[in-house]
């Protein structure tokens, strides 16, 4: 079976975020139940050196002309880059530009690449032509209703939500622009509040829907999570698959990870305190026997729950702990951790960027890493924290609920435990979750119990490819195909 990956963004290539990761890693694991997965992305700047070894295979039209489409393989990916350097090769980020502001633009870029991505799924490419799409996020979300509006058939699709905050909304007056037809622009179609809706295009007219966890997708029949979404998702209920990311069990490994101190494992759990020092003296902080070295690497917005841990702060600190930041974000949020630094020279250290080595220390060097999101759909980096023995802090919501056990007095019990889980999202509870952890760090005989069973918890990809595997043949072996509004069913 061949499927084509729609993406804005892959790891190692390109990243932003954890759909980055997610398509750097899941079409490796599809490969495995025998699936052959080309990865489409925009050749952005960054990936030169590979578009200069890669071969020409056709050419693909965008909403503006024609554009060059290369293969190569790359990073055990095969991958399809669509060669517009009026659109994608600048300096700054794939989204926003130097100065931190989004392209002006977006609309055109991320249409044009979406209906691209339509065309090779119809026509094929190069002798090679996919029986499923499968879209992620805004930015390819298009590619469905392309297929659908544009009457010609087509293979069937699924779209992933890997965010929902994160939407696509533009102008109707770029309708034309993006050579979408005018019929399709009513709240039945690509039609949103006024605007056009790549995102709610994508739920309209995709075959099949996934979230990226059961409980995300739960989540977004709600108001509070569908953010404004939640009636297109209640229509497609049935149509809607949550199914758990995972990561690269090869890239994030701490027995084989080149970015530690020292590697380590289950059987020699020992080893992993050099990572604890080496972490401490990166960032400046005085650490202590008796008291954890807490870690946050995360975008530092609210909806991560950043400024609750400020709010705390002061509790965390007078438990002995540490804490080592590594993060971008709000640029309120940065100054604020810059100022906690400043008050709590060697308890608080922070760095404002991103740094993927040192993202890699901070998980085997931290005893525990938190993740206190106000909503995360999935979330890898408690997933990382599993794998690395550093038991994870975090909210009950989305993924997050999938896969940290807390260690309440049953799981500890049963040897269940694997973090620490609160709920609701207010500081307070926060902080008791911190002290929960700080008790638990105290009797080191139960902590190692709860690192090594952490460790010892499936995060892989194995369980969740199968599922997608099973997705596409559902979808390909003729199930009815619910999507395409508008009676453009084909």
């Not at 009026?86 to 991320?110: M, Q, T």
């Not at 469905?144 to 293979?155: E, S, T, V």
């Not at 917005?301 to 540490?322: E, H, I, M, Y």
Request: aromatic share 8%; proline share 6%.
């Amino acid at each position: 079976m061949n499927v084509l990956f729609a993406v804005s963004e892959c790891a190692p290539f390109v990243k932003t975020g954890g759909l980055a990761d997610v398509a750097g890693a899941l079409p490796k694991a599809l490969a495995a139940q025998g699936i052959d997965v080309r990865v489409m992305l925009p050749a952005y700047g960054p990936l030169a050196p590979i578009l200069a070894n890669a071969e020409q295979v056709g050419e693909v039209y965008g909403v503006d002309g024609a554009k060059r489409v290369y293969l190569t393989r790359a990073e055990g990916l095969t991958l399809l880059l669509v060669d517009a350097p009026h659109l994608f090769k600048r300096p700054g980020g794939p989204y926003i530009n130097e100065a931190g502001v989004d392209w002006v633009d977006n609309h055109l870029r991320f249409a044009g690449f979406s209906r691209a991505a339509a065309n090779v799924a119809r026509d094929g490419i190069g002798g090679w032509r996919p029986d499923v799409l499968h879209v992620h996020d805004w930015q390819t979300a298009l590619a469905p209703a392309y297929l659908k509006l544009d009457q010609r058939g087509g293979p069937p699709s699924i779209v992933t939500i890997h965010n929902m905050a994160f939407q696509g909304v533009f102008p109707s007056t770029e309708i034309d622009a993006m050579a979408l037809p005018r019929w399709g622009f009513h709240p039945e179609g690509y039609e949103y509040f006024g605007q056009v809706g790549f995102l709610k295009a994508g739920l309209v007219y995709a075959d099949r829907i996934t979230a990226v966890s059961p409980t995300y997708a739960r989540e977004l029949t709600s108001a509070e999570f569908g953010m404004g979404l939640q009636g297109v998702i209640a229509a497609r209920r049935a149509d809607l698959v949550g199914v758990l990311n995972g990561v690269d069990l090869d890239v994030w490994n701490p027995e084989t990870d080149p970015h530690l101190a020292a590697p380590y494992g289950v059987r020699n759990f020992r080893a992993k305190a050099q990572n604890r020092t080496a972490l401490a003296g990166r960032f400046g902080i005085d650490i202590e026997d008796h008291a954890p070295l807490f870690a946050l690497v995360s975008r530092l917005t609210r909806q991560k729950g950043v400024d609750l841990l400020l709010a705390v702060l002061p509790r965390l600190l007078a438990r002995g702990a540490t804490l080592a930041v590594l993060g971008s974000g709000d640029h309120d949020l940065e100054a604020a951790f810059r100022a906690a630094a400043t008050a709590y020279p060697r308890r608080v250290g922070v760095r404002i960027g991103y740094d993927e080595p040192l993202a890699h220390l901070m998980q085997a060097g931290a005893d525990s890493v938190l993740v206190p999101s106000r909503f995360e759909p999935c979330g890898l980096t408690q997933l990382y924290a599993l794998r690395y023995g550093s038991p994870p802090l975090v909210a009950r919501t989305g993924g997050l609920a999938d896969t940290v056990i807390d260690a309440n007095d049953a799981a500890v019990r049963t040897g269940a435990a694997t973090g620490f889980v609160f709920a609701p999202v207010a500081a307070g509870l926060l902080a008791d979750a911190i002290d929960r952890a700080c008790d638990a760090f105290a009797d080191r005989p139960l902590w190692t119990q709860i690192a090594k069973r952490a460790m010892k918890h499936p995060v892989g990809w194995e369980v969740s490819a199968a599922r997608y595997a099973a997705l596409y043949s559902e979808l390909v072996g003729g199930a009815e195909m619910t999507g395409g509004a508008d009676g453009s069913d084909d």
